[in-house]
Nanobody, 115 residues
Framework: VQLVESGGGLVQPGGSLRLSCAAS????????MSWYRQAPGKERELVAA????????NYADSVKGRFTISRENAKNTVYLQMSGLKPEDTAVYYC?????????WGQGTQVTVSS
């Protein structure tokens, strides 16, 4: 299983970014996918999750109305569209899947929100 995130960077408050996570090594369209983040000195937290077919989605309260998770099963990719970014969104963002009773994480992509 391999998860490769991309799309992070430095953005001003109020700006937008789209993160991508390219998955391989498992049947992508069978599994729910999630995005987590970890800010310096804080625990890793769930940001958003999407079921295998995309029919059910959940968000952390802190990102509701600003972030959108989606997936493109034909491309084995899950996305996180982030808008209205705030300095408190600064973190390393990780893609996650639980497959064969194991947790798999990507390497993470840094998102920094600063003026």
């Amino acid at each position: 299983v391999q998860l490769v995130e991309s799309g992070g960077g430095l953005v001003q408050p109020g700006g937008s970014l789209r993160l991508s996570c390219a998955a391989s090594g498992f049947t992508f369209n069978y599994y729910p996918m999630s995005w987590y983040r970890q800010a310096p000195g804080k625990e890793r937290e769930l940001v958003a999750a999407i079921t295998s077919g995309g029919g059910s989605i959940n968000y952390a309260d802190s990102v509701k109305g600003r972030f959108t998770i989606s997936r493109e099963n034909a491309k084995n990719t899950v996305y996180l569209q982030m808008s209205g970014l705030k300095p408190e969104d600064t973190a390393v963002y990780y893609c996650y899947v639980r497959y064969a009773w194991r947790a798999y994480w990507g390497q993470g992509t840094q998102v920094t929100v600063s003026s």
